[in-house]
């Protein structure tokens, strides 16, 4: 067990620890420009909206300060996916606004060959812990910030970086159907995330799901 623990750990640990390499090389004045983050060059801090919360982050530190407390559970100050995704977005990522459309996972490219993955981690996951439990999944989206989507019996879009759209959709199960869901995706994602990143994302907003309520 303590093996896997630190398997696990390390699996995270060093793709962190090369990303806040580069993050401490890279100019802060060109994240910004692409980014759309406020960078303020006398405090050497970023302005960044994550799943949310309002968050200040050091450069070329990454230190990380929550600066709202809209719910208790900071996903980017408590878990190493969640930095993982942010400072990847800071390096790799842009603003970019979405046309409206939502994709499904198999539609983003590179879909189909992580789909089994993402769909044991996410919408399986996603379906048997809120599927006979949607008002529970209803308050915990509220707390997150989450507006509500009219479609299958609940559902949340959740605003993960400023105009990078997900929604998730439930439906109950009942004597003869298991729950189900779908996870759809503002049709941006592909232009700042690859396909297995979305299992990330997903895997980090369920984790704050469940953290909330």
Not at 47 to 61: A, C, D, M, N, Q
Not at 77 to 104: D, H, Q
Not at 128 to 155: C, H, L
Request: glycine share 8%.
């Amino acid at each position: 067990m303590t093996m896997e623990i630190e398997k696990n750990n390390n699996k995270e640990l060093v793709p962190l620890e090369h990303y806040l390499t580069e993050f401490r090389k890279a100019d802060p004045d060109e994240i910004s420009a692409r980014t759309g983050f406020i960078f303020d060059s006398e405090r050497r801090m970023f302005k960044v909206t994550f799943l949310g919360r309002e968050y200040e982050i050091s450069h070329p530190e990454f230190e990380i300060k929550c600066m709202d407390e809209k719910y208790g559970y900071s996903p980017l100050t408590e878990t190493n996916p969640a930095k993982i995704l942010v400072v990847r977005f800071l390096l790799e990522g842009a603003a970019s606004v979405s046309t409206g459309k939502f994709l499904t996972y198999r539609e983003v490219p590179w879909g189909e060959v992580y789909y089994r993955q993402f769909n044991g981690r996410c919408m399986m996951r996603l379906a048997f812990s809120y599927g006979n439990k949607t008002e529970q999944f209803r308050e915990a989206g509220r707390i997150m910030g989450a507006e509500p989507v009219k479609a299958g019996d609940a559902g949340c879009q959740f605003e993960v970086f400023p105009g990078y759209f997900v929604q998730f959709l439930l439906w109950e199960g009942d004597e003869e159907f298991p729950p189900a869901s779908q996870i759809l995706f503002s049709d941006n994602f592909p232009a700042a995330f690859h396909a297995e990143d979305l299992v990330v994302v997903c895997d980090v907003i369920i984790g704050t799901l469940k953290k909330c309520g």
